[in-house]
Each structure stands twice: as C-alpha cells, then as structure tokens.
C-alpha cells in the first residue's frame, strides 16, 4: 500500500490543480508560479542526480536545459505550425495535444546527447576540475546557440506559443500546467525507479568508492555516461516546457544563474535525496517569487527610512544577492542542505506508514 | 590443461620507478597460493596488474587461457576473478545488503530501460539477485547485518563483508590483499579457519598476499617471495623459511 501512496497521492493533487485552474480559482499568474515550480522540481532533481547520487560537482546544468529549449521548441514549430524557418507544418495543429509528448522526447534525447560533453572528460577528471569543464560546457552551449542566427541568436526564438493554442483549439485546457505535472511526474519515476535498482545503485557505488566499484564489476565509465545523460535529458525536459510556457527562449536565460539556481535548491535540499530537493525547489521558487515583492516593499521601507539616496532604486536585480547569499549560509550552516542525503521517510520514520520512497 | 594464472615477464614502471621486474608467475586451479616479501617488494603492484587496475609496461597476462592485458578490472572480474583490499574498500553509505548485490553488477541482465520500465527481465534479474545476496549472507553468517551501513560495524565483520562481496561474484580465482591486516591473534586465527573453510566450500583458488607467517606457513601449499620487484624465491612454505636469499630479504644481509 504505501510503496503505492506516491502514485495515488500524486495524480490526485494534479488532478485537483488541473480542476481548480479550470474552473477558474487560479489566476493566470498563479497558474505560472505553480507550472514553474514543478519545471524548477525537474531541473533541481535531474541535477541532483549527478551532485547528490553521484557525488560530482556539476556546475553547467543550465547548458543542458538550454539545449533542451531550443530543441523542443524547434520541434514543436516544425511539428504544429508554419514557419519561415521549417515552412508548412509537418503535422497537422490539431495532433498537438497528442504528439506534444514526441517533442519533449526529443527535446530530452538532444539534451542526453549534450551531457554526453561532460560525461567523456569526467572519466579521467573529477571534483573541482570537472566542475570547471562543466562551466565550460554551459558556456560553450550558450554561444553557440547564440551564434546560430537561424533560430534567432541572441535575439532568442519564440513561436511556440503558437504551438500551444494549437493544443488549447482543440481543448480549453491549462496545457502547459498538465505537461509539466506530467513531466515531473515521469522525472520524479524514473529516478525513484533507477536509484532503487541494482543498476541505479552502482551511481552510489562510484560515488562512494569508485576504485572499489571498478574493481568489483562496474563499468564505472559507462555508469557515469549514463548519470550524466540521465541527469542532462531531464534537464532538457526542464527546459522545453519552459520554452513553452514562457513562449520565448533566449539563451541567456539558461546561462550560470539558471546553473546557480539549481546548484542552491540541490544543497538546500540535501544531496542525494529526491524528496528534500523536491522540498527544496517548492520552496526556493515561491522564495524567489516572494521576493519579487518585498524588493519593491525594501525599497519603499528604506526610502522613506531615507536609508537610501533618492537616486537609487532597489531592483530586482538584488535577487542575485539574494540568491548567492542564501547559498552562502547554507554552506555555512547547514552544508548537508536540509535532510542531508536521507529521504523525508528516513528522517521522519513515521512517515513510513503512508509513503515509501524506496 | 591450461593453468588457471599464467604471468610471463611482468614489468611494470611508474614513470622512473620499476615496480616489476620479469615478474613470473603461474598456478593450477584449485590451488592455494602466497605472494610474500618485505614492504613495498611490489607485492600489491603485481595485484593491480592482474586485476587491470594498472596497465603492464610489458609481459603477458593470462587468465584460465585468455590474455587479460590491457582488459578494464570490470572486463577482468566478469572473467572470474574478484579480490578485496589491503585498506577495506566498501560502499560505506549502503545497506550491506546493497553492497553484496552490487558485486553482481557485471552480470545483471537489464539496463537502463530495464530498470525504469521494469520489465519482466529487470524483476527476474533482481529476484534472482537477492537471493544470491541473501544466500552469500547467509553462508558468510553475516544475515544479522544485512541492513547496517558497514561504516556502523566493528572492523572485523566490515572485513568478513568484504569476503563476502568478493564471493558473491562466483569468482574462480581469489585475491586477497592482507586479509589480516589490522586483526589482533585472537582474530587471526579465525580468519585461518574462514579462509581454509571459504577454499573448501565455494571450489575456488586462492592467491593471497600476506605479511603474517603465521598466516601464510599454515595456509598456503605454495609460496612467492617477491622483493625490490623481483622474485627471489619460490616453493613450500618449508623452503621458503629455510631459504637464505628470504631470510636476507626480511632481516637483511648480516654482514654489516
């Protein structure tokens, strides 16, 4: 029964969401908030795969929802509607709601196929080194994907919004709220199902003593090929429903910031537990949301305190001291992140009764 | 027949260090042999090259027939060989349990679509697995453990752990690197018994490294003695403590 609480539980809550949206108790911008926590949920725990089981230092998984971006938007321009880059439309709009789910395969198989840039180096590289390589590799993927100007370059690429009326022509429905419950849902199983694996484990294995784990029967370079494909094609998935939901891309959306984001709500969750980062993602996008109110509040506050010289305005670009600064602490005070490497079912035994993760 | 291990000239340098030198070796199946000599003789060295953690200068490997030189240690233990390590080398954050299913690794059976769509061959192979784990548990007396991170227990049982993982791959030939490193006499002497008892039940061969006599003298049917790289000597263990090139080995020459 509880191995089975998570499977129930969630498509109850989706279902609840995807209801309340519907009938109209969600305004639109709830609506987003709550589309990007779960795309935040996916890009922390698909990091997590690699930073938390795998113990490695990935600092560039931006890159790899860049590239899942790219590519699942162009797929769904190419697939539902027409263009001048691709022409007319390779199916017709009305297949959207159906074939959308080819477009975030494919976005994540592009995606995979990038971590493959991280996964080659990390055989004979670790720790800190790798961690260069992988920012390298964010910034490697931003520049040329900027420098592409058939699909916008810097100037970025939009048309899938398109691509989603196509889906809400055929159904009124909150499209993008539903995929990315979806998607996180097949994210969320996928790394539950791996890790409790005997396969998945041998992630841990390396992790945790990698020489023990060559020399016991593991193909260590094969098992970190697919962490890090695992870990990039989630990320893709991230990315191409954030594509959609924002119906733009630019890459520099997807440079060192987004990379930083994950890192903290990784640690602020605690490597290596899917839970504490899934708690951790909630938790730090409705933060960042949060913030997108007390700055303006601050500024008042500070202003009429006369704290602050009239000519300068706090911006929203303080979140970015913000962010770092929550980072900073975190290390400080809490570096295992808030259930440190356990499942809330370890940390909390009577949870047990209701849910396994395991 | 073939021998079970064949090593033909052996060399291994580090830079300008020559940890070997024509460094030869052979033994049949189902013997029980000693590799000997004084500290930093390369004794360890010889062990990492045989299990593909190094990659030999020159020689030839061969293991039951095959040349293993040049094979990753994965590809090597899928051929039948498994070893434990001087300083204990276990998965300290998982299940005992998990750390013996793992040693099944090189032969799961499934991959990556197997284990997130569990398919029916991902449920056999994880089946068959546990049973295999518990049953190596269960013969290494180690069931009372098998949820304990090994990190937990005491030294002793984190070593009989190690055994076991080893064993739990079926392997033909055994490596052991000291296994009675850091055991007071007490210890030692069950560890003899597990030893001689681990050689009769599971039919395999047994190559080990040790430092106590004791250990080696009533153990092994044969012995090496390797020094500076070299082998000086070879033979019964009666020989070997009655050869005068050993004995200068380890107590050095007396004419100072």
């Not at chain 1, 260069?132 to 964010?138: F, G, P, R, S």
């Not at chain 1, 009429?304 to 970015?320: D, T």
């Not at chain 2, 049982?157 to 000291?178: C, F, S, T, V, Y």
């Not at chain 2, 597990?194 to 012995?223: A, T």
Request: hydrophobic fraction near 50%.
């Amino acid at each position: 029964m509880q191995r089975y609480a998570l499977n129930i539980l969630f498509p109850v809550a989706a279902v609840v969401l995807v209801v309340l949206a519907q009938v109209g108790w969600l305004d639109r911008y709830v609506l987003t908030v709550v589309t990007f926590i779960g795309i935040n949920c996916i890009f922390a725990v698909s990091l997590n795969v690699v930073n938390g089981y795998m113990g490695e230092f990935s600092c560039g998984h931006g890159g790899f929802m860049c590239v899942g971006a790219y590519a699942g938007s162009l797929l769904s321009v190419a697939f539902f509607t027409d263009s001048r880059l691709f022409g007319a439309s390779l199916f017709p709009p009305e297949s959207a709601p159906f074939l959308f789910p080819l477009v975030l395969v494919g976005a994540s198989l592009a995606a995979a196929l990038f971590g493959l840039i991280v996964a080659l180096p990390s055989f004979n590289t670790r720790d800190d080194y790798l961690a260069i390589i992988t920012i390298a590799a964010n910034y490697i993927i931003i520049s040329v994907v900027e420098n592409i100007d058939a699909i916008g370059g810097p100037r970025g690429f939009s048309g899938m919004k398109r691509a989603v009326n196509a889906m809400s022509d055929v159904a009124e429905l909150p499209w993008m709220l539903i995929w990315t419950i979806v998607g996180l849902f097949v994210c969320v199983a996928t790394i539950r199902r791996l890790m409790t694996s005997t396969y998945g484990k041998g992630i841990s294995a390396v992790s945790q003593n990698e020489v023990a784990a060559e020399m016991m029967g593991i193909n260590t370079n094969r098992v970190k090929i697919m962490a890090f494909m695992v870990s990039s094609g989630l990320a893709g998935l991230s990315g191409a429903l954030y594509a959609h939901v924002y119906g733009y891309v630019n890459a520099q959306s997807f440079n060192i910031l987004r990379s930083t984001e994950g890192l903290v709500m990784v640690y602020l969750g605690g490597m290596g537990s899917t839970s504490g980062v899934l708690m951790a993602a909630v938790a730090f996008t409705l933060l960042v949301e949060l913030l997108r109110f007390v700055i303006p509040w601050l500024n008042d506050l500070l202003h009429a305190a006369s704290l602050l010289p009239a000519s300068y305005e706090l911006s929203q670009i303080w979140k970015w001291v913000f962010i770092p600064l929550l980072l900073i602490l975190l290390m400080q005070f809490r570096p295992e992140g808030l259930l440190g490497n356990r499942e809330l079912t370890q940390v909390f035994p009577r949870l047990k009764r209701w849910i396994t993760f395991r | 027949m073939t021998p079970l291990l064949e090593i033909d000239d052996l060399t291994q340098r580090f830079g300008g260090l020559q940890a070997l030198s024509n460094f030869s070796f052979f033994m049949e199946d189902r013997e029980l042999v000693g590799l000997i000599g004084p500290n930093g003789a390369g004794k360890t060295t010889v062990f990492n090259v045989v299990s593909g953690f190094y990659d030999p200068t020159e020689g030839d490997i061969r293991f039951g027939g095959k040349r293993i030189n040049g094979m990753k240690p994965h590809q090597v233990t899928a051929l039948g060989m498994a070893r434990t390590f001087q300083n204990i080398r276990l998965w300290n954050d998982m299940s005992v349990l998990d750390n013996i299913r793992l040693a099944r690794y090189a032969w799961l059976g499934y991959g990556f679509l197997g284990a997130t769509l569990r398919t029916k061959r991902y449920r056999q192979a994880e089946k068959a697995i546990e049973k295999k784990a518990r049953e190596v548990l269960e013969i290494m007396d180690l069931t009372d453990a098998a949820e304990e991170l090994p990190k937990n227990l005491p030294y002793g049982l984190q070593r009989r752990i190690e055994l076991a993982r080893a064993l739990a791959g079926n392997p033909r030939l055994l490596l052991l690197d000291e296994p009675a490193a850091g055991l007071n006499s007490a210890d030692v002497e069950g560890l003899i018994r597990q030893i001689r008892w681990v050689y009769d039940e599971f039919k395999i061969s047994i190559w080990m490294i040790e430092h106590q006599m004791k250990v080696v003298m009533s153990l092994c049917q044969r012995l090496t003695v390797v020094d500076f790289g070299r082998v000086i000597a070879e033979g019964t263990p009666e020989e070997i403590r009655n050869n005068p090139a050993v004995i200068k080995a380890y107590l050095g020459d007396d004419t100072l």
